[in-house]
């Protein structure tokens, strides 16, 4: 009897512990494609962009829609990298997002930046859809002090397909 309840006792442990490491898996495959915490967590900007806009945020968007972000992505990495443009060679080059550019106009100083970008959802339909994404930047004159910095910035990102088949940003909204 002893050496059957042993047995049984061991089985009923890995059983447990397959269960478990199941359900944990299940739970984070879940929470990857359904990240309803990033709504909760932007609730306090609900007046920026809305209740229902703000619901974007709890899906995470198809593996096809983000992986078309990449191309947004690439062109937003430049813009946020630019540093000494002037603001209408900025506009030229990187449309919507020159907005992200440490301008010669706005920032003379800046002669090195930072920055951080994190795709949270993304969703592309026909010719247009949209990116959310949390930014972080900073910009640095030549003695290393900070002249000027966004932390953890919550962007929406409208885009639109050009007519060489090309996504691009046309519009952006930011918590305020």
Request: with cysteine; aromatic share 14%.
């Amino acid at each position: 009897p002893y050496i059957i309840l042993k047995i049984y006792s061991r089985d009923l442990i890995y059983s447990i512990l397959v269960a478990v490491i199941v359900l944990a898996a299940f739970i984070g495959v879940l929470l990857m494609k359904f990240p309803v915490w990033r709504y909760f967590m932007a609730q306090p900007y609900e007046m920026s962009f809305g209740k229902e806009t703000l619901k974007e945020l709890a899906y995470s968007g198809a593996l096809t829609d983000r992986r078309a972000a990449r191309e947004v992505l690439v062109e937003a990495e430049e813009a946020f990298s630019a540093i000494g443009l002037s603001f209408e060679k900025a506009e030229d080059k990187f449309g919507r997002l020159a907005k992200y550019t440490y301008t010669s106009d706005s920032y003379p100083d800046a002669v090195k930046e930072k920055h951080k970008l994190k795709l949270y959802t993304a969703k592309y339909e026909g010719k247009s859809g949209y990116l959310w994404i949390c930014f972080t930047q900073e910009a640095y004159d030549s003695k290393g002090k900070l002249i000027s910095g966004a932390w953890d910035n919550l962007a929406r990102w409208e885009i639109k397909k050009d007519g060489n088949g090309a996504w691009h940003v046309s519009s952006i909204m930011e918590a305020v």
